[in-house]
């Protein structure tokens, strides 16, 4: 666990403190023999080997990259922002309390009261070690410090954490089971018939809620307010980071792919996960969609405004589907303006490889139509390219650049990239690439991509020449078949301001 998380540190510490506290405790020292000394000495040497050798950066300078690594946990370089009760905060200035509020208001209240009940049975405990020391008094103070250490940690060496308490999941562990002592200890208290049905009805109808909620909210489910949070920050996903994996896009493109039959589908998407969400889908979903920068050059915007404060039903643009759960808003499909925009194809070209005359390292060994496609030997090596010239484009106007290949390799998550350029005499003033590795995922199976550029009146002027190409840059082979491009220029008139204060 320490060489995936250094926070598992925790572990070794609280197990030598319990070591420690037994020997200071113990009514009889002499019960400490030589030979439980040496085990514990094993033990820690056991530790420190196994943190090293599954640890390959420590074999070079164990006490410096260990050093590195605690100094990167307390300032992560993430320099995003969170919405945190109601503002935007850079994650490096959270107040101390971020983490135990967001606990407070993510965990069910009944389980966040029963462990508090467990804190008070844990320091009554404590204060009957030297009398009653047993295995119970140390498993229910190793739990317990299991849940406190990492958050005092976290606050102590002010780490950069993000999208409520999830870099401390791993304390959910601990959490419930000092919770478990906590209705321990109140059954313990009001041990009378009454008072135990009362228990067992209120236990029963929470955890009726917690699973009618997970069925109800599924496949949303990991976003999560109780029902206290949710009244007192209504609406709490505004005041607080909501879909922050952004989970709720494949249910917003499902949905567009409900309503709308055609084949080719311009969308918007605000973060990645708009992108990964694409490719959960089957292939010949994923292949009706295109995905753009500009509003008006695509059909639906879906967004979930992650770490922005932005009150979702007030943006500039039609409202076309809304994705929620129980806790409320997680994600806003709005309707794009490509419709409403004058729009004129200015490049259309596509070469398939066929002419063996023409195009080099052509391939019968696999194509995705014809007899032949384009191999890309390992290292470096390009498909020739589709040129295009530019022309100027007025202060309103941009071009669209739209390119589809269909690409195979021999290996796994080829290193592979769309490249586009712009040149200007022998000099680059453009360049956009789209890497395809973590999407070349069926090796022997021919993949098609889609990938659209925009470019603005300060990226071209007339005369430059743009040219696009697929470059594999890995150590396998990969084959390429249909290279299409196409180039549009829209007419999208005056910036709108979608965000009004």
């Known amino acids: 666990m320490i060489d995936i998380r250094i926070t598992g540190l925790v572990v070794p510490f609280v197990t030598t403190l319990v070591w420690v506290t037994d020997f200071i405790v113990a009514k009889n020292r002499s019960n400490f023999s030589a030979r439980q ?35 990167q946990m307390s300032n992560y370089p993430w320099t995003g922002n969170v919405i945190f ?20 208001i993510s965990i069910p209240v009944l389980y966040s009261v029963l462990f508090i009940g467990g804190i008070v049975f844990c ?8 009398q009653d020391n047993d295995a119970a008094d140390q498993f229910i103070f190793v739990v317990t410090m299991l849940v406190f250490i990492p958050i005092a940690a976290v606050i102590l060496l002010h780490s950069v954490v993000y999208d409520g308490w999830r870099h401390l999941y791993f304390v959910y562990a601990p959490f419930v089971i000092v919770a478990g002592y906590g209705l321990e200890f109140m059954c313990r208290k009001f041990n009378t ?42 609406p709490i996903t505004q005041n607080f980071d909501g879909d922050f994996w952004g989970v709720s896009y494949r249910s917003g493109l499902e949905n567009i792919l409900e309503k709308d039959s055609s084949s080719n589908i311009q969308v918007r998407v605000e973060n990645d996960p708009g992108i990964f969400n694409l490719e959960i889908l089957p292939p010949e979903q994923r292949n009706r969609f295109s995905i753009h920068g500009e509003l008006h050059e695509c ?40 419709s409403e925009t004058g ?67 021999e290996a796994y998550n080829p290193n592979t990239i769309i490249v586009l350029k712009v040149m200007r005499r022998d000099s680059l ?61 829209h007419k999208v008139g005056k910036s709108v301001n979608y965000f009004p204060q």
């Open 343 to 409: 729009q004129e194809e200015i490049f259309n070209s596509e070469i398939n490889f066929e002419d063996t005359s023409i195009s080099k390292r052509v391939s019968p060994a696999f194509f995705a139509s014809g007899k032949f496609n384009q191999e890309l030997n390992p290292n470096f090596s390009s498909i020739d390219p589709l040129y295009f010239p530019a022309a100027n484009l007025g202060e309103e106007e941009v071009e669209e650049v739209q390119m589809q290949v269909m690409v195979n390799s």
């Open 85 to 104: 009760m109601g503002n935007a905060i850079a994650a490096k200035n959270i107040p101390w309390y971020y983490i135990p509020f967001w606990m407070l």
């Open 123 to 130: 320091i009554l405990k404590l204060l009957r070690l030297r």
């Open 299 to 338: 059909d639906y915007w879906l967004a979930e405004f992650r770490g922005r404060m932005i009150n979702p039903d007030k943006v500039n643009a039609k409202i076309f589907n809304k994705i929620d759960n129980s806790s409320g808003r997680l994600l806003t499909v709005y309707k794009g303006l490509r």
């Open 429 to 489: 003033v453009y360049q956009s690439t789209e890497s395809l590795q973590y999407r070349l995922n069926d090796p022997g199976n021919w993949t098609s991509f889609r990938w659209n550029v925009t470019l603005v009146p300060s990226d071209i002027r007339e005369g430059d020449v743009v040219s696009a190409y697929v470059w594999n840059l890995d150590q396998s082979k990969v084959y390429v078949d249909d290279f299409k491009l196409a180039v549009l220029k």
């Open 193 to 234: 018939t009454f008072r135990m049905r009362l228990i067992n009805a209120v236990l029963s109808l929470q955890f009726l809620m917690v699973v009618f909620t997970i069925v109800a909210d599924h496949p949303l489910q990991y976003v999560y307010f109780n029902l206290p949070a949710r009244l007192a920050f209504s």
């Open 37 to 71: 000394g040496l085990v514990f000495l094993a033990y820690v040497f056991m530790q420190i080997l196994f943190i090293v050798l599954f640890w390959p950066v420590l074999w070079l300078n164990p006490v410096h990259h260990l050093q590195e690594a605690f100094a």
